[in-house]
């Protein structure tokens, strides 16, 4: 069963920047389908950006043009950049396959945006 561990989050000010990582143990990293979730306080988690199997990127409306996603396969990794946090960005952010079976959410990293 896959095993996904996601870090890179902190405390930005508003209109900072930040790499989050997943890191996925799994020998079918290739082939999946990958987002990166955000649950904000007392909120439901939302899905923020897809990377496809081919590199094709699919991002929500409240995201775009401030994130990038991306993915090393060779590296079973999945990275997603955020540009002009804000502190509406501010959530627990996790990674999981898009579609099919989820794996077991991973722990997730914190992402605060505050001045």
């Known amino acids: 069963q896959m095993q996904l561990v996601e870090s890179g989050g902190g405390l930005v000010q508003p209109g900072g920047s930040l790499r989050l990582s997943c890191v996925a143990s799994?020998?079918?990293?290739?082939?999946?389908?990958m987002s990166w979730y955000r649950q904000p306080p007392g909120k439901q988690r939302e899905l923020v950006a897809t990377?496809?199997?081919?590199?094709?990127?699919d991002y929500a409306d409240s995201v775009k043009g401030r994130a990038t996603i991306s993915r090393d396969n060779a590296k079973n990794t999945m990275y997603l950049q955020m540009n002009s946090l804000k502190p509406e960005d501010t959530a627990r952010y996790y990674c999981n396959r898009r579609y099919g079976p989820l794996a077991p959410w991973g722990p997730g990293t914190q992402v605060s945006v505050s001045s």
């Open positions: 799994t020998t079918s990293f290739t082939g999946y389908v």
């Open positions: 990377v496809y199997s081919g590199g094709a990127t």
